[in-house]
């Protein structure tokens, strides 16, 4: 949906801790971050679940989204997202139940598929790993979050009514085209695996169904951000982040380090290309360049909504990214082409 003809914006967090940086600290941050998002008029602000990942603190998700909209009053709180086959779906219905009824109408939930962890960590988790169960699971999860039917013997208690509007994520087609499937709104990983985007928006439009929860597409795009006062300066802070990521594919501690100068003493051609390809929809730069920048995505995308994630090791100057990335979806000719969207889903 877009508000007065424009394109929504909303903040991804994973509560990233920063070399010698705490947990503590990185929960702290997260809530300012959220205070700050709410004050510039962004519209959601999504945590995601992720396990035995050091660096990355956001594995107890619901706890975050309750710590979060209990110190707002208008953001729209959610996750992106829980990663459905690691849970029942009727306990994530109670968490997400119980969160609607203290912050009611400000609660989402966004449901993937993906373990969110390595292999270790998935089998701890119990997590189904069957392909097939995953429609199945967020069936069960829409149903019991819909009001009870008489006679029903298994409800969740609290979540049946709340209707929380749930969203599907993915990075690749499948998820584009059970979210059509199903009607729902859907959003799309770009942020960390932006190979398959436009052919998951094409699955995503052309086979969309309306439903009870949605009348037509509504579509949100990930992008990793890295906004400064210049377009030197965010080029240098955008290598925290390319570190992360290539800590990430050689599977070490992924905690947020300090920028360099350089990466090319640090990653090798081989992992240039992996790291680059993974953030090829990175919007870095300064003012300027981050409205022209968004302005392409946007016409590229047609999305209805942008979430941002920036991997900064300064606090600070991460809160100026994000308030940077605000001002140009403000105040901006955004000659995005969004479509149209109705009903309460993505409200």
Not at 41 to 60: D, K, L, V, Y
Not at 66 to 76: D, E, H, M
Request: with cysteine.
């Amino acid at each position: 949906m877009t508000v007065f003809g424009r394109p929504r914006f909303s903040v991804l967090d994973l509560a990233p801790v920063r070399v010698g940086g705490t947990i503590a600290e990185a929960f702290h941050n997260t809530l300012d971050l959220a205070r700050h998002a709410e004050r510039w008029g962004f519209t959601r602000f999504w945590i995601a679940e992720h396990h035995n990942m050091p660096g990355i603190a956001s594995a107890a998700t619901s706890i975050l989204i309750g710590y979060v909209a209990a110190a707002t009053s208008t953001l729209r709180v959610g996750s992106g997202g829980v990663m459905l086959p690691n849970h029942a779906p009727l306990v994530i219905a109670e968490q997400f139940g119980t969160l609607e009824t203290l912050y009611p109408g400000r609660i989402d939930l966004g449901v993937g598929r993906a373990p969110g962890s390595d292999e270790v960590a998935a089998r701890a988790l119990r997590y189904n790993t069957n392909e097939e169960d995953f429609p199945m699971q967020v069936r069960e999860l829409l149903a019991y979050l819909a009001p009870a039917r008489p006679g029903q013997r298994l409800v969740a208690f609290p979540g049946a009514g709340t209707n929380v509007p749930v969203w599907l994520l993915g990075s690749s087609t499948y998820g584009a085209q059970l979210a059509a499937a199903l009607g729902l709104p859907f959003a799309f990983a770009s942020h960390f695996a932006p190979a398959l985007l436009m052919q998951a928006i094409e699955a995503y439009r052309g086979s969309f169904k309306p439903s009870q929860y949605l009348d037509r597409p509504y579509l949100m795009v990930g992008a990793p951000l890295v906004a400064a006062e210049t377009d030197a300066e965010a080029k240098r802070l955008a290598t925290s982040g390319q570190q992360r990521h290539l800590k990430l594919t050689r599977r070490e501690p992924i905690y947020v380090p300090p920028p360099v100068e350089s990466m090319d003493e640090v990653w090798s051609e081989a992992e240039r290309f992996l790291v680059e390809s993974r953030l090829s929809a990175a919007v870095i730069g300064g003012p300027d360049t981050v409205r022209r920048q968004l302005s392409q995505l946007l016409r590229e995308t047609g999305a209805d909504e942008l979430i941002f994630t920036s991997d900064l090791y300064d606090h600070a100057l991460r809160l100026r990214s994000f308030e940077i990335a605000a001002d140009a979806m403000r105040t901006t000719d955004l000659s995005g082409t969004p479509a149209a969207s109705g009903l309460c889903a993505v409200e």
